[in-house]
Antibody, heavy 122, light 112 residues
Framework: QVQLQESGPGLVKPSETLSLTCTVSGGSVSSEYYYWSWIRQPPGKGLEWIGYVYYIGRTSHNPSLKSRVTMSVDTSKNQFSLNLSSVTAADTAVYYC??????????????WGQGTLVTVSS | QSALTQPASVSGSPGQSITISCTGTSSDVGGYNYVSWYQQHPGKAPKLIIYEVSNRPSGVSNRFSGSKSGNTASLTISGLQAEDEANYYCSSYTTSSTLGLIFGGGTKLTVL
């Protein structure tokens, strides 16, 4: 059973860059069958898809986040990462990493990390 | 990229059946059979319960079922149990603005 674990700072200052890493165990980020995704959930609110990355570096992200999102894969460490620049208080949320499966394309999140709370505050 | 539309809350008594709707557009729910549903208990990560409209992952109770008609997908939970009380989110593949995924706003299920 694949497991995912988010890691990174729990507190980020406004205008700085939020950086998170997801470590995958029991599976490989190099698999051609899966994409690797980031989702966030502001306190008391719903889920928002941030974006996903494929092992060869192909990415797609939520257009509402404009060009603030950067994602990458480190196959040597079996990890994938998220950078979100120019953060504001509105970026305060629980951030989840997840595996994305589907019939040749990325369509559903079948394995999730436990989530990590990131607070944006000075 | 607007969120898919779900009712904010639904409720039902133990043993009853409830249905949660999820409305999108022809660029997401209506255009593809790629709707999924997630159950989230407070303080926990979401759990996949339905994928590709009506398929259940291994280990998910057959009390959960999914369907779709036009731009609206539905999740039905039959034989309601206290443990079903949770938030439920739909999601769909989308080709609106970009190729990616979109979630619904979530529905709080209360078991009376």
């Amino acid at each position: 059973q694949v497991q995912l674990q988010e890691s990174g700072p729990g507190l980020v200052k406004p205008s700085e860059t939020l950086s998170l890493t997801c470590t995958v165990s029991g599976g490989s980020v190099s698999s051609e069958y899966y994409y690797w995704s980031w989702i966030r959930q502001p306190p008391g609110k719903g889920l928002e898809w941030i974006g996903y990355v494929y092992y060869i570096g192909r990415t797609s992200h939520n257009p509402s986040l404009k060009s603030r999102v950067t994602m990458s894969v480190d196959t040597s460490k079996n990890q994938f990462s998220l950078n979100l620049s120019s953060v504001t208080a509105a970026d305060t949320a629980v951030y989840y990493c997840a595996r994305v499966s589907g019939p040749g394309i990325a369509v559903y999140h079948d394995q999730w990390g436990q989530g990590t709370l990131v607070t944006v505050s000075s | 990229q607007s969120a898919l539309t779900q009712p904010a809350s639904v409720s039902g008594s133990p043993g009853q059946s409830i249905t949660i709707s999820c409305t999108g557009t022809s660029s997401d729910v209506g255009g593809y059979n790629y709707v999924s549903w997630y159950q989230q208990h407070p303080g926990k990560a979401p759990k996949l319960i339905i994928y590709e409209v009506s398929n259940r992952p291994s280990g998910v109770s057959n009390r959960f079922s999914g369907s779709k008609s036009g731009n609206t997908a539905s999740l039905t939970i039959s034989g309601l149990q206290a443990e079903d009380e949770a938030n439920y989110y739909c999601s769909s593949y989308t080709t609106s603005s970009t190729l990616g995924l979109i979630f619904g706003g979530g529905t709080k299920l209360t078991v009376l």
